[in-house]
């Protein structure tokens, strides 16, 4: 029963409560993806290696995973995320890093 209620609150925070019944090949590409991040938190992580999380999801979905992935860095998880999506991380005070050539670049925020 607690798993139940764990990836019940899992499904919540990434919008598809509703979709916890529906098969795979029922869910869109994003609502896959949003399912994966669910599977990816349910159990509460130390570590979250997020690979281009928001990549099929819009604008407001991509904001929503995350205030997620913040909410999960408040109370201790540490979150690594790549993204090309410079313009969802570019306003946030997180360390950035960039990958040019195989070296990583900068670290602090500004760089």
Known sequence: MIF?????????KVGLLDKAK????QLSGGEQQRVGI???VVNKPAVLLADEPTGNL???LSEGILRLFEE???VGVTVLMATHDLGLIS?????????????????????
């Open 38 to 40: 669910a599977r990816a």
């Open 4 to 12: 139940v209620v764990a990836s019940s609150a899992a499904l919540d």
């Open 72 to 74: 999960f860095n408040r």
């Open 22 to 25: 529906n098969f795979p090949i």
């Open 58 to 60: 819009d604008e407001a």
């Open 91 to 111: 306003s946030r005070p997180y360390r950035v890093l960039t990958l040019s050539d195989g070296h990583l670049h900068g670290g602090i925020r500004g760089e």
